[in-house]
């Protein structure tokens, strides 16, 4: 089963790498990357600082596994990584990773959007919104 | 029978703990939930069930299990 979960923010240094891992893999053309940034939401004239990420690891593993093979089925792709972020992240860090290879574009715009979608519906992650006066409140993907 | 309940989220903020194994009086997982929606901490958290990591539906009615692992997940957040 592929590591899909980091521990802290994703760093623009371990993008840029498996970004650079993919160098060999020569029958792809086309490279697609969804980037999910913390978001400074503004809460009753608070504003959001950073969000804890917790979850079920078991369950997401398999739903996570389940989403990649559909991906698969789905889309004619060379190869697929998803990571996700667990702990606190800063807001404008970065806390989820959809990178996606293809011979071709019209591949990889159709399955970021589908596996970005198929991620926040089915993956059991759940998100503490934590405000600059360190109260909080959950999120719920609208 | 004996259980070990897991909780995620606004659930562990509420209850204090993340898992406890504990005796349970329901037999199926549609009259744990309804037991569970009527605990007045944690009633009014929207929240769905997977026991032994699968995924209950609304509709469905399992029968539990001595040692079952029951999770009670609120709703996602990720991405």
Known sequence: MKKVFIEGPISSEFIGDAIAKHQSKTSIGAHNIFLGQVRADAVDGKNVAAIEY?????LANTKLHE????AFEKFDLI???I???LGTIKAGEICFFVFVSAVRRKEVYAATEWLVNQVKEHTPIFGKEIFEDETHQ????? | MEVTLKYFGQL?????THEETRG????????LLDHLKKNNAIGHIPFQLAINQK???QDENVTLKEGDVIALLPPYAGG
């Open chain 1, 54 to 58: 917790t979850c079920y690891e078991e």
């Open chain 1, 67 to 70: 989403i990649r093979e559909a």
């Open chain 1, 79 to 81: 190869c697929m990584h």
């Open chain 1, 83 to 85: 990571y996700h972020s």
């Open chain 1, 138 to 142: 959950w999120k719920v993907n609208s």
């Open chain 2, 12 to 16: 562990v903020d509420v209850l204090g």
């Open chain 2, 24 to 31: 349970i009086e329901q037999h199926t997982s549609a009259a």
């Open chain 2, 55 to 57: 995924l209950i539906d």
